[in-house]
């Protein structure tokens, strides 16, 4: 019997692999246009122009970027060919990273404006390390991009052995390919998956794999070597790139029922495991096929967990490892999109509604940008939900906002926004219960405490109940002092675990980690953007809170450090041009009697003079307000924010929560607009 041994944690190397296993010839993968391994060219792979250059190695089989070529915070950017590839594939790529630096893989569709970060990689290595990567399904023609970036010093380089792709999913796999499809083993002393499937065996292990081909392959473990009680073994597939619903099915063979315990499971990012399967009946069939479904709206990993009692626990073998989009049981529940239940209140109550349908515990109100009252969260000037006015603020009095009913067993995360206005006391004063499908509370999961007033604040977390539920909205109004007025707005849910984050889109940039690769312009007598978190120093000017969750950060020019007329200017990183509109979109605060002007710009790569997008002048409001710029732009370009300080030192200026779009620019629609001057807001009649 010939054993491969696979390293721990990490996939063999692609050379090492071949070395042990060519002897017995593998069955070649069917490879899709993009596939590349270097040895005769790069396969009309292209360094982009306006970077660093990708170099062939002098012997080929690997192409590579070295530091020693490029000038200091340089990359160099690999494009594919243009591909055309509609049902789903998986790029598999063998990579090493030399010294310090990076790796990242993009999607290039030909329709969108952006390049869609899919991968990335800074981890060091002096062998070759295996990444898979999922290419979702898709009617556009599509570009793949290999940005690699060393750090500048000596010895730093990043080097690509092959690309390969393939179709289907990431975590499907026979075993054929040398790399084993990305598949690592967790290293334990005692028991190991192998490579099994070889013409000479001397072991009962499977002569053939499912195929019944002698020349085949499968992994498998055996008890052999175990030395204590419950040993373990794991094989896990690369993470996936995107969410999955559908079936899984593989094969297993199984020798003993007493002696090992097989388990499969779903890892997500954050480390939590779910059991998805084990064996309820032994079977001694041979090879036996297992369908699951999965429903999971997040990346995962697959596990597959042997625990042996003994050194004779026998052995368990898997192969052919395959996914569906479609669920393997008629019965299952399908998918359901749980947006049903997000709302932003500018179009009404959505699916929400009110305890008592002609009550007016919670009032749909909006507010005139102004300088005393704060506007809604979405817009500044659009709509949202207020309890405690003069309709509803009695002593005594309960308002209940029930939101639609969800599906059970699922774990979901609500987020929403709420902001505190007047001097009335607010602890406990809005409460959010679950419900279950006889309309009875079943848990009370969130409580409003007393905390900052005047900028809206984000709550969120994370809740499963077995049963169809709902999420219900409880403002109480206790007695006079106790009636604090209280706002909510933009309520979204989604499936899975609210600490689970799918990363930034393209172009998009909210400044909690950072300003997102933008530079500040040190051209001429200019001043600095200044990144913060919380209330600018200035008196009555400035915002009290980011506009991202009410506590994180934002950008703004600091009045009192710069002369009237000073200037401080913002680029972005540069940007691709394409032939369709694009639309930004951000958040702007100016407020402060001095304040001064707020312009958006764009820069050619081919024209010496920027070009005015858009502009504001002097205060504007004491919110957040959203703007939304369209504009076009077929050459790479950057945007330009520039800030200018006005005559006084309240002329603080801030951004946040800047993003890019397909254009053109939703129609924000017409917004009627309401005074919030008065003692009272104006009441909305829906």
């Given at each position: 019997?010939?054993?491969?041994?696979?390293?721990?944690?990490?996939?063999?190397?692609?050379?090492?692999?071949?070395?042990?296993?060519?002897?017995?010839?593998?069955?070649?993968?069917?490879?899709?246009?993009?596939?590349?391994?270097?040895?005769?060219?790069?396969?009309?792979?292209?360094?982009?122009?306006?970077?660093?250059?990708?170099?062939?190695?002098?012997?080929?089989?690997?192409?590579?970027?070295?530091?020693?070529?490029?000038?200091?915070?340089?990359?160099?950017?690999?494009?594919?060919?243009?591909?055309?590839?509609?049902?789903?594939?998986?790029?598999?790529?063998?990579?090493?990273?030399?010294?310090?630096?990076?790796?990242?893989?993009?999607?290039?569709?030909?329709?969108?404006?952006?390049?869609?970060?899919?991968?990335?990689?800074?981890?060091?290595?002096?062998?070759?390390?295996?990444?898979?990567?999922?290419?979702?399904?898709?009617?556009?023609?599509?570009?793949?991009?290999?940005?690699?970036?060393?750090?500048?010093?000596p010895g730093n380089s990043v080097a690509v052995f092959e690309i390969h792709i393939v179709p289907g999913y990431c975590v499907e796999c026979n075993f054929e390919e040398h790399h084993l499809c990305g598949y690592s083993n967790t290293w334990n002393p005692n028991v190991n998956w192998y490579v099994g499937g070889t013409v000479a065996r001397e072991s009962d292990l499977p002569l053939n794999d499912t195929t019944e081909d002698q020349r085949g392959h499968y992994m498998y473990v055996d008890s052999v070597y175990a030395k204590h009680f419950q040993e373990v073994a794991k094989l896990t597939s690369p993470m996936t790139t995107v969410a999955m619903d559908g079936c899984l099915s593989f094969y297993y063979y199984r020798d003993q029922e007493r002696g090992n315990i097989f388990s499969v499971f779903t890892r997500d990012q954050l480390g939590h495991y779910e059991e998805i399967w084990r064996p309820v009946v032994y079977t001694t069939a041979g090879w036996t096929i297992v369908s699951v479904d999965i429903k999971a709206p997040h990346p995962l990993e697959l596990v597959f967990e042997v625990a042996f009692n003994s050194a004779r626990g026998g052995y368990v073998a898997i192969d052919d490892i395959s996914f569906s989009p479609e669920f393997c049981h008629t019965d299952t529940e399908p998918t359901f999109d749980p947006a049903i239940a997000n709302c932003d209140f500018e179009n009404g109550f959505c699916l929400y509604h009110q305890e008592r349908a002609a009550s007016k515990e919670w009032s749909r109100v909006s507010v005139k940008p102004n300088m005393h009252r704060i506007g809604d969260h979405s817009t500044g000037s659009g709509h949202f939900l207020l309890a405690n006015t003069r309709f509803s603020s009695k002593p005594g009095y309960v308002g209940r906002l029930h939101g639609p009913f969800l599906p059970g067993n699922?774990?979901?995360?609500?987020?929403?926004?709420?902001?505190?206005?007047?001097?009335?006391?607010?602890?406990?004063?809005?409460?959010?219960?679950?419900?279950?499908?006889n309309n009875v509370a079943q848990e009370r999961v969130w409580s409003l405490t007393e905390t900052t007033r005047g900028v809206w604040m984000k709550a969120e977390f994370t809740y499963m109940k077995p049963m169809s539920s709902k999420v219900v909205f409880v403002s109480i109004c206790r007695n006079f002092w106790e009636c604090g007025l209280i706002a909510v707005d933009d309520i979204t849910i989604s499936v899975g675990d609210c600490q689970m984050t799918s990363g930034s889109l393209p172009g998009q940039c909210d400044f909690e980690t950072g300003i997102c690769g933008y530079t500040q312009d040190k051209a001429g007598d200019k001043a600095d953007w200044l990144r913060v978190r919380g209330y600018t120093p200035t008196s009555y000017t400035g915002p009290r809170g980011d506009h991202t969750n009410g506590v994180g950060h934002f950008l703004y020019i600091e009045a009192s450090l710069m002369r009237p007329g000073h200037k401080a200017r913002l680029l972005t990183s540069d940007l691709r041009g394409s032939s369709s509109p694009?639309?930004?979109?951000?958040?702007?605060?100016?407020?402060?009697?001095?304040?001064?002007?707020?312009?958006?710009?764009?820069?050619?790569?081919?024209?010496?003079?920027?070009?005015?997008?858009?502009?504001?002048?002097?205060?504007?409001?004491?919110?957040?307000?959203?703007?939304?710029?369209?504009?076009?732009?077929?050459?790479?370009?950057?945007?330009?924010?520039?800030?200018?300080?006005?005559?006084?030192?309240?002329?603080?200026?801030?951004?946040?929560?800047?993003?890019?779009?397909?254009?053109?620019?939703?129609?924000?629609?017409?917004?009627?607009?309401?005074?919030?001057?008065?003692?009272?807001?104006?009441?909305?009649?829906?």
């Open positions: 019997m010939t054993r491969l041994y696979l390293a721990p944690v990490l996939p063999l190397l692609p050379l090492l692999l071949c070395g042990a296993l060519c002897g017995a010839l593998r069955a070649q993968p069917l490879l899709l246009p993009g596939t590349c391994s270097f040895e005769l060219g790069t396969c009309g792979y292209a360094s982009e122009h306006g970077y660093g250059s990708w170099r062939m190695n002098d012997e080929g089989h690997l192409i590579t970027v070295d530091s020693a070529f490029l000038d200091q915070h340089q990359k160099a950017v690999l494009t594919s060919p243009v591909l055309d590839q509609p049902d789903w594939s998986c790029v598999r790529l063998v990579y090493q990273i030399t010294g310090l630096g990076s790796l990242k893989l993009h999607l290039r569709p030909d329709s969108d404006n952006f390049d869609y970060l899919l991968w990335t990689s800074n981890q060091t290595s002096d062998s070759w390390l295996i990444a898979s990567v999922d290419l979702p399904n898709t009617t556009n023609p599509y570009q793949i991009l290999l940005d690699g970036q060393p750090e500048h010093g699922h774990k979901y995360c609500l987020r929403f926004y709420y902001l505190l206005y007047g001097f009335g006391k607010v602890d406990g004063g809005l409460v959010l219960y679950i419900y279950d499908e694009q639309c930004l979109i951000f958040h702007f605060h100016m407020y402060g009697s001095g304040t001064g002007i707020l312009s958006v710009l764009l820069r050619h790569s081919n024209r010496n003079q920027d070009t005015l997008l858009w502009r504001r002048r002097g205060e504007q409001s004491v919110s957040w307000m959203r703007a939304m710029v369209d504009y076009h732009c077929d050459v790479r370009h950057q945007i330009i924010f520039e800030a200018i300080r006005g005559p006084t030192l309240r002329s603080d200026i801030a951004i946040d929560d800047i993003r890019f779009t397909r254009g053109p620019c939703e129609d924000p629609g017409d917004t009627i607009s309401y005074s919030g001057f008065s003692e009272y807001f104006n009441e909305i009649e829906n």
